[in-house]
T-cell receptor, first 113, second 113 residues
Framework: QKEVEQDPGPLSVPEGAIVSLNCTYS??????FMWYRQYSRKGPELLMY????GNKEDGRFTAQVDKSSKYISLFIRDSQPSVSATFLC?????????????FGKGTKLSVKP | NAGVTQTPKFRVLKTGQSMTLLCAQD?????MYWYRQDPGMGLRLIHY???????AKGEVPDGYNVSRLKKQNFLLGLESAAPSQTSVYFC????????????FGPGTRLTVL
């Protein structure tokens, strides 16, 4: 079993939909949880960052961490075609060596007008 | 402020040829990383560096070498390219502190025939 599991999709939704992207993990030492967004033929860029459990909201995006279930989610409200991208979850341990992140495989999201 | 840049953007090699990929960052970051991204495999860490003159192996280091002679540059070398090294290569640098954000370059698309 990989340390981080993420359904690669692809996921296609209509404009205005609420989207839920998820990752599960096996390493209970993970404390930092991130979501990166990657547009086609571009490098990933940090979208959301959460430490330990709880929710964090930024515009139409909400990141949620449930450490008891080893499960993280990214919710996207009122999705627009411009949101279409691949979303990668990433995590690391507290004091994790040299900032090394463990990435999920990424979920490709397409929002249709 | 250009962030993280990568040279070249595209390259086609024949089996057995060698090449060097250059990554440069102008953010004075200590940590730098080389990843490869393959369909269905996600981002995998090849090598990383925690400072000028230091390098360390990541998850998939075989067939690659790296050097960090200057803080702003991180070179990835392929001594004898193989078709299995056909991939998109991303360089990243790390800003430490809250979030430990990794900043990615635009990628190099390498095809080995």
């Amino acid at each position: 079993q990989k340390e981080v599991e993420q359904d690669p999709g692809p996921l296609s939704v209509p404009e205005g939909a609420i989207v839920s992207l998820n990752c599960t993990y096996s390493n209970s030492a993970f404390q930092y949880f991130m979501w990166y967004r990657q547009y086609s033929r571009k490098g990933p860029e940090l979208l959301m960052y959460t430490y330990s459990s709880g929710n964090k909201e930024d515009g139409r995006f909400t990141a949620q961490v449930d450490k008891s279930s080893k499960y993280i989610s990214l919710f996207i409200r009122d999705s627009q075609p411009s949101v279409s991208a691949t979303f990668l979850c990433a995590m690391k341990e507290y004091g994790g060596s040299q900032g090394n992140l463990i990435f999920g495989k990424g979920t490709k999201l397409s929002v249709k007008p | 402020n250009a962030g993280v840049t990568q040279t070249p953007k595209f390259r086609v090699l024949k089996t057995g040829q060698s090449m060097t990929l250059l990554c440069a960052q102008d953010m004075n970051h200590e940590y730098m990383y080389w990843y490869r991204q393959d369909p269905g495999m996600g981002l995998r860490l090849i090598h990383y560096s925690v400072g000028e003159g230091t390098t360390a192996k990541g998850e998939v280091p075989d067939g690659y070498n790296v050097s960090r002679l200057k803080k702003q540059n991180f070179l990835l070398g392929l001594e004898s390219a193989a078709p299995s090294q056909t991939s998109v290569y991303f360089c990243a640098s790390l800003k430490t502190g809250a979030g430990d954000t990794q900043y990615f370059g635009p990628g190099t698309r390498l095809t080995v025939l």
